[in-house]
């Protein structure tokens, strides 16, 4: 049964740990922060200095197709029911728990870190208000490492690292047998919480992106699109300088007199860019000589900034519509479906490995809530089509699939609309009260009999 306890100090073998894993933690700091600058798109551009001079750095433009890499896929990574071992269908305790720690709103922030940093974690806890209630956290990936045992493919410990709301420095240990919170002090860390749950196993599971043999920290989804993002960058920077130097046609004007140069009505000097732009289209010197330079062409900025879109497309399986003014639209719905076809088999790469992850969370739940390991890591998940089929197309499909000589029930026929189980339990629940409120009328009326 797990306790809460209160404990001073870490053991050695505690203590071996958290600086093995504070030791990673600044090793990824530098990635991370890096990371998640091209996420948000505020990266600070660096330049050589040959095109765009220091003072004019304030022309530097950023690009955010990192983001789109990540979340376009993100978008289609939506778990739909989650199964026991010897069941066929979801868990109505597993769906509750999914619902209690708001999972349906909390996992794509899972997912997204994920591919952000090329790793992410849940944590399952102790709740010591319900204990048939677990607590199932997301944590922030930037915050959090681990260490694994590579030959037995298992989790030795996690750390977590994080300033509280007055800027103390705090750490969480995740072990095998324990939960440990620390806290900075002047003798160190101090330990101010331990739940010792005894679960033989660290609480935490990581989920990897574009995970490798042999390797447990992943890589980001965006690693292979920032080269060319920044290229893109540089190209649009150099777009804003030209847009300010050479878009605007360039005026000449030869034996004009400055002291001329006043308002007719004021007799007061005109200002420079007045004088640009308008006043020196009304001079009455006829010594004077005007006339000006075409524009330049800048459309080799923007065919520029669309190969590099048309490159990163390449490299990310995204349709390249989604990075370039591409005028090129798919015309029906097969077409949409081939254009994504890349997207949404990375999709179901990432559901089938996730898939296992999510398996391995829900079995920790479990755990905690009966004291009991579920067979194996057999929890299914199950996902929502990762495909865009609309909405008529998909319902055409299931109505021929579920009339006639029909191939699926009509709970088999919601599956394939999608449905989640909170939608198809209500549907039942609407079916039954038709069907009742049918009887009722069928019934012959015996008022008066006896």
Wanted: hydrophobic residues 35%.
């Amino acid at each position: 049964m797990t306790t809460l306890m209160q404990a001073s100090k870490l053991n050695d073998d505690e203590s071996r740990i958290l600086s093995h894993l504070n030791k990673k933690a600044r090793e990824v700091e530098k990635p991370d922060t890096l990371n998640d600058a091209y996420y948000e798109a505020t990266n600070r551009l660096e330049q050589i200095g040959i095109a765009v001079p220091p003072e004019l750095r304030r022309f530097v433009t950023q690009v955010a197709w990192p983001q789109t890499v990540v979340d376009e896929v993100e978008r289609r990574l939506d778990v739909k029911a989650l199964i026991l071992p010897g069941e066929d269908k979801a868990s109505e305790k597993l769906t509750e728990r999914w619902e209690d720690n708001n999972l349906e709103s909390e996992s794509p922030i899972l997912h997204k870190e994920t591919m952000i940093f090329g790793r992410g974690f849940v944590s399952v806890g102790t709740n010591p208000e319900d204990a048939k209630k677990p607590f199932i956290r997301i944590e922030p990936s930037q915050q959090m490492v681990a260490a694994v045992d590579t030959a037995q493919r298992s989790m030795v410990g996690a750390l977590r690292s994080f300033k509280d709301w007055d800027g103390a420095r705090n750490r969480t240990l995740f072990l095998p047998g324990s939960t440990i919170h620390l806290r900075a002090s002047r003798n160190g860390w101090e330990v101010t919480n331990r739940d010792d749950h005894g679960l033989g196993r660290v609480p935490l599971v990581m989920f990897l992106n574009r995970r490798r043999a042999g390797t447990w920290m992943g890589r980001s989804e965006m690693a292979a699109s920032i080269p060319l993002t920044d290229a893109c960058a540089r190209a649009l920077t150099n777009l804003q300088l030209a847009q300010e130097g050479l878009a605007v046609p360039t005026r000449y004007l030869f034996g004009a007199d400055k002291d001329k140069m006043v308002d007719p009505k004021t007799g007061q000097p005109v200002p420079v860019w007045e004088a640009y732009y308008t006043s020196l289209m009304v001079h009455s010197d006829p010594k004077l000589t005007a006339g000006q330079f075409d524009a330049a062409n800048l459309e080799n900025f923007t065919k520029v900034v669309d190969k590099y879109g048309s490159l990163v497309a390449s490299i990310s399986g995204l349709p390249v519509r989604y990075f370039t003014d591409s005028t090129v639209n798919p015309a029906a719905e097969g077409a949409i479906r081939a254009d994504e076809s890349r997207l949404v088999k990375n999709v179901e790469r990432k559901q089938t490995d996730w898939g296992d992850g999510w398996g391995w969370v829900m079995g920790l739940s479990e755990r905690f809530a009966t004291g009991e390991w579920p067979d194996g890591n057999k929890i299914h998940t199950e996902w929502h089509d990762a495909g865009t089929p609309t909405v008529a197309q998909k319902a055409d499909a299931v109505t021929k699939l579920a009339g006639g000589k029909a191939i699926l029930s009509v709970q088999g026929a919601q599956d394939e609309l999608g449905w989640s189980e909170a939608k198809k339990k209500r549907e039942r629940a609407y079916r039954q009260e038709e069907l009742r409120l049918e009887w009722n009328a069928m019934e012959p009326d015996i008022d008066g009999e006896e």
